[in-house]
């Protein structure tokens, strides 16, 4: 009966550390844009980075829904192997100038979809390279609702977006922040910040890929320096339980 207490301790210190990981793990789990951000007005290349949420199945298909209401007239995807990318037009409602031209529609949607025997397995990640442009001039961030489908039918709808004061929710959409321009190339547009925009025919600005790519770096750091630190909490946690465990039991034996 004396070790009644010491087990009770140990299972409130287990679950808590369980607590830990399930608040922590979903925070790396999102359909994400990288780099997050880019010049309004220029010419960038993302990457939709989509990570394996699921034990028991792969990712087969990722649908990336592009924004209407602010149009991006150039719009290209990067060769994957294995992959097969399909991109749909709309028609728009008011043309768009670009370089002085109009320009009366847009893509809509690209369709990432894996070739036979090809999947984001569990546990692993895909990024999905796009190059896009020009940005609006008019806005502080672009939506991209995106749907993710495993190989067993299951389909996770990345649409929600997120409100201010308001917790993020549980299915975010991937957004793109835009921010002032601060350079300029021949074009009129910002310069990209990497070199495969240049694909596009606009100039690198290779003094803010450097400062991009140390960017990226540091959020790279960051998300491994929580990950360290939420392990750390969990061994502590665990290490404490089993010190008072001990510590219980010694005490039990001597009052024996």
């Given amino acids: ?31 994400t844009v990288n780099p997050g951000s880019a010049e309004q007005g220029g010419y ?3 990457d939709f980075r989509v990570p394996n949420e699921n034990d028991a199945a792969g990712t087969v298909k990722l649908e990336v829904n592009l924004p209407l209401d602010h149009p991006l007239a150039s719009v290209r995807t990067q060769p994957l192997p294995g992959w097969t990318s399909t991109v749909e037009k709309a028609k728009l409602d008011k043309p768009i ?18 070739d036979a025997g090809v999947k984001v397995a569990p546990g692993q990640f895909q990024e ?3 190059s896009l442009g020009p940005l ?26 997120a409100k201010d004061g308001q917790p993020e929710p549980a299915k975010p959409a991937p957004v793109l922040k835009l921010t002032k321009a ?22 690198t600005g290779h003094g803010d890929a450097a400062k991009k790519d140390a960017a990226s770096d540091d959020k790279a750091s960051d998300s491994t320096a929580r990950v360290l630190g939420v ?3 969990v061994v502590g946690v665990i290490g404490t339980a089993v010190g008072v465990l001990g510590l219980r039991r010694r005490n039990g034996g001597s009052a024996s």
């Fill in 182 to 203: 601060t350079s300029a190339d021949g074009h009129g547009v910002t310069a990209s910040a990497t070199p495969s925009a240049a694909a596009d025919g606009h100039s």
């Fill in 136 to 161: 609006p001039t008019d806005a502080d961030s672009l939506v991209f609702k995106a749907l993710q489908t495993y190989d067993n039918g299951d389909v996770v709808r990345w649409i929600d977006e």
């Fill in 1 to 31: 009966m004396r070790s009644l207490p010491a087990r009770r301790t140990a299972a409130v210190a287990l679950a808590a550390a369980a607590s830990v990981v399930a608040l922590a793990g979903p925070a790396f789990a999102h359909v």
């Fill in 231 to 233: 392990v750390g909490i």
């Fill in 44 to 46: 960038t290349a993302v």
């Fill in 97 to 114: 100038k670009v370089h002085g031209n109009d320009v009366n529609e847009a893509v809509a949607k690209i369709t990432w979809t894996a």
């Fill in 128 to 130: 999905f390279r796009v």
